[in-house]
């Protein structure tokens, strides 16, 4: 069945860099663009950006920009979201998710960044 | 950015009864293929969210039919006819049409 697997829980100091990783199982890797969408404790849902996992051009939120690198590897079947400059408010849970073109329809299980001195 | 605003933010509801969250945006999400770029998400308590109607009335792959999606434009409503005590969870309505992507601020159903 298709499934997004991401990497494990991250601590993090403000300043610090992150980088998660979503690895993509049951489908064709480079059919389906990836997303990234992110919830901060007890708030809503943020969409930071995807990327085509074909051409491996980005599309970024601008409130992100400058901060936000988001990556490929076809060899693994992997994405990867960097974001750097951590301040306390992204302590977040970071979603992968498969983006068919009209909705993101297959979500990772979610990793959780936490942002502390 | 389109901003989508969802109504109401908490929906107490006894099993069996319908309910209805309404989501309208500030721009049309009409596209011109002629589908509304209009999705629905359910997030049950500690899990991810999990997709349930795309382009504003087409139910995702294994979402009970007691499901449904309406509207058109910039007013949107997602209906269920019966509720079941696994349906309790936070909904929210997506606009994919353009970039960022943007999400209502999320419904709260629970069980009386």
């Known amino acids: 069945q298709v499934q997004l697997v991401q990497s494990g829980a991250e601590v993090k100091k403000p300043g610090a860099s992150v980088k998660v990783s979503c690895k993509v199982s049951?489908?064709?890797?480079?059919?389906?663009?990836i997303a990234w969408v992110r919830q901060a404790p007890g708030q809503g849902l943020e969409w930071m950006g995807w990327i085509s996992t074909n051409i491996g051009n980005t599309n970024y939120a601008q409130k992100f920009q400058g901060r936000v690198t988001m990556t490929t590897d076809t060899s693994t079947s992997t994405a990867y979201m960097e974001l750097r400059n951590l301040r306390s408010d992204d302590t977040a849970v970071y979603y992968c998710t498969r983006d068919s073109g009209t909705a993101l329809d297959v979500w990772g299980q979610g990793t959780t960044v936490t942002v502390s001195s | 950015d389109i901003v989508m605003t969802q109504s109401p933010l908490s929906l107490p509801v006894t099993p069996g009864e319908p309910a209805s969250i309404s989501c309208r945006s500030t721009q049309s999400l009409l596209h011109n293929s002629g589908y509304n770029y209009l999705d629905w998400y359910l997030q049950k308590p500690g899990q991810s969210p999990q997709l349930l109607i795309y382009?504003?009335?087409h139910r995702a792959s294994g979402v009970p039919d007691r499901f449904s999606g309406s509207g058109s434009g910039t007013d949107f409503t997602l209906e269920i006819s019966r509720v079941e005590a696994e349906d309790v969870g936070i909904y929210y309505c997506?606009?994919?049409?353009?970039?960022?992507?943007?999400f209502g601020q999320g419904t709260k159903l629970e069980i009386k």
């Open positions: 049951g489908y064709t890797f480079n059919s389906y663009n």
């Open positions: 997506m606009q994919a049409l353009q970039s960022p992507y943007t």
């Open positions: 382009l504003g009335s």
